[in-house]
């Protein structure tokens, strides 16, 4: 459960941001109820509790040339905390990863790439992240299709509180 309380109005103010994050101020307090400026300042507080960690476009993957989407199981060689993290920030860092995630299970982590065409995905892979000499052993599955992402994080647990 979050740290912060969070009243019925501040489930329906986030709740209304993840299905629009562009709704102005004043739109946003009349769907939930209150006056711009009460609203405002719950966004305000909401956002500097981390509950609203930013505000972005998504964007169509295609559209923009990225049409290929990769998941990709990493086992690394060693888990010493600075090889670890050594790994991790070179990760971080390249832009065709879109998520990064530490597992438990078969990998060590599980990234999602997003590349134009399946030969930039093989020089991403073999330029970049077999380049990593930690990388023992890589598992890729290609994205034939994507039925659901993005989607906003699921909140009724909030309302059992």
Sequence with gaps: MPKTELDAVDRRILAALQADGRLSNVDLADRVGLSPSPCLRRVRR????????????????????????????????????QAAAEFE????AM?????CHMVA?????????AAPDLAAYQRFLLDRLLALAIVREVKSDI???ALKQGAPLPL????AG
């Design 46 to 81: 909401l956002e500097a509790a981390g509950l609203i960690g930013g505000y972005r476009a998504l964007l169509g993957r295609e559209a923009v040339g990225l049409g290929l989407t990769v998941f990709v199981g990493v086992k690394i060689g060693s888990h010493a905390d």
């Design 89 to 92: 920030a070179a990760v971080v």
């Design 95 to 99: 832009p065709e990863v879109i998520a």
């Design 105 to 113: 299970g078969e990998a060590d982590y599980l990234l999602e790439v």
């Design 143 to 145: 994205a034939i299709q």
């Design 156 to 159: 009724g647990h909030l309302d």
